[in-house]
């Protein structure tokens, strides 16, 4: 395995990791939506960027879908299909995290927001040809 795919493998391990936790919190009694809409939101945004740094492609540290999206195009045009999705995920990176910003995510936009998570992830994952690596 070489530095760049060690890398990447490391961003989807942790993606991985956002992913399950969004998946455990939805099955709680009275789930923390809020939580959840980010858990997912930075699996997508992980799984992006560990695309983007495979195929050293700079970035900056910012939470916006769409921007990395736009910036694997330089490598595939297969993302650009996700850019309005990743549009309704973007904002459950900060916009809910405080607490001037009341929660108003509901278990269906949750669904949502996993389901759209799981598609990226899966497509960059098919992009890079590593299903049955992983």
């Known amino acids: 395995m070489d530095e760049r795919e060690r890398l990447a493998r490391e961003w989807f391990d942790r993606d991985d990791n956002d992913f399950r936790s969004a998946q455990y919190l939805l099955t709680m009694p009275n789930p923390p939506y809020e ?3 980010f858990h997912a939101q930075q699996c997508a945004e992980k799984y992006l960027k560990g695309f983007l740094l495979y ?5 900056e540290w910012r ?3 769409s921007y990395l999206i736009d910036l694997s195009l330089a490598v595939t045009n297969r993302l650009a299909q996700f850019r309005e999705d990743s ?6 990176a900060v916009e809910f995290r405080y607490p001037d910003t009341p929660a108003e995510l509901s278990r269906e936009e949750c669904e949502q927001a996993l389901r759209i998570a799981d598609v990226i992830r899966q497509a960059v994952l098919e992009e890079l040809g590593w299903f049955e690596k992983r």
């Open 35 to 37: 939580n959840i809409g």
């Open 55 to 59: 195929h050293g492609i700079r970035f």
């Open 63 to 65: 939470h916006d879908l």
């Open 87 to 92: 549009d309704l995920l973007t904002p459950y």
